[in-house]
DNA sequence: TGCAAATTTATGTACATACATTTAATGTTG
DNA sequence: CAACATTAAATGTATGTACATAAATTTGCA
């Protein structure tokens, strides 16, 4: 369906603002449905995130600084995400003996199993872009990347300079 | 730059799964830009949205029905926004007489002046679109649209069933 | 009319985000 | 070694999201 459809707008300045409008609207879209799947295993998206950082770490414990540098949203709160993973008895945590400012947190055997039970139930494939072929899929990233392309000074511009 | 670099993960399984975390990660990448560029002027961005849809209706008032149904993220909490842009006196909350359960919400002439000190700000164009060239503007929300087709049943799938 | 159902908004709770501040441990330097 | 800076994590506060529930009003129908 097409976002003009979805959100009830008819007209849009341009297929610039459309296109920042469209990216909000789909991924919120996206993120909903996976939320929603992943609350039937009692996880947030942010705490399956976590989870499967630690599995890539495992069986070497990771430590709040390396969960934060491999988080999508480097923003968010770690401790409390760890916090929540804990209280489920996912996760443990245990002071670093080498340096006790750390601390070493590492998934337990209830978190790599509950890992596999979501991989295992196919939730994961089902995001939408199965409706993508694997060009279109490539086009997607290719304009994602060049959408955050860095404007230290004058990079090509396409939209005109008044306005 | 490639969000492969971006997030430090060298490979992923396939287009499909990048172009999840891509969608995810460039989102969030945008909406944290606009978020600190909004934070200059007080408002947040859902702030800024109902602020826009209450100057849609403008002279007339909208209610918490109408601002849901014409927000993008249709399950956040509308009064609570409200309450705060109440607080900032950008709008006014009135029972609506004619339907004593609803609520008029109308924005101020303070309201009106704001959003167009924004606008006027140029703000809003630094958004990473001004990267790509009006046809790539296009093959965006043509995909985007495409990765929210609802499957009802077997819609076209591009992505092997076994995996 | 009278009472149940529906509608509209507000409120409560759990979690997350964004960012500032605090606490504790470690490094550094005079 | 003592004072100060730096680092790592936790905590505090304001906001937003997701969802359940409550409160008030209106509607509809027996």
């Known amino acids: 369906m097409r976002i003009e459809d979805e959100i009830k707008q008819p007209t ?3 297929e610039y603002q459309k ?3 469209n990216l909000v ?3 919120g879209w996206l993120q909903l449905r996976q939320a929603t799947a992943f609350k039937t295993f009692g996880l947030t998206l942010p705490q399956f995130n976590i989870l499967r950082i630690l599995r890539g770490q495992h069986p070497l414990p990771a ?10 949203d480097k923003t968010s709160n770690a401790s409390r995400i760890v916090d929540r993973l804990e209280e489920k008895k996912l996760v443990t945590r245990t002071v670093c003996p080498a340096n006790r400012r750390a601390v070493d947190i590492r998934i337990t055997p209830a978190g790599l ?3 596999k039970t979501i991989e295992d139930s196919g939730l994961m ?7 993508l072929t694997p060009d279109e899929a490539r086009q997607l990233n290719a304009l994602l990347d060049k959408i955050r392309t860095e404007d230290g000074d004058g990079a090509t511009l ?3 300079s008044c306005e």
């Open 12 to 14: 849009f300045r341009d």
């Open 19 to 21: 296109a920042i409008i």
């Open 25 to 27: 609207y789909t991924t």
């Open 63 to 72: 430590t709040v600084a390396l969960l934060i540098d491999r988080m999508l």
């Open 113 to 115: 199993e509950l890992l």
């Open 125 to 131: 494939e089902k995001n939408g872009t199965q409706f």
């Open 158 to 160: 396409h939209q005109p």
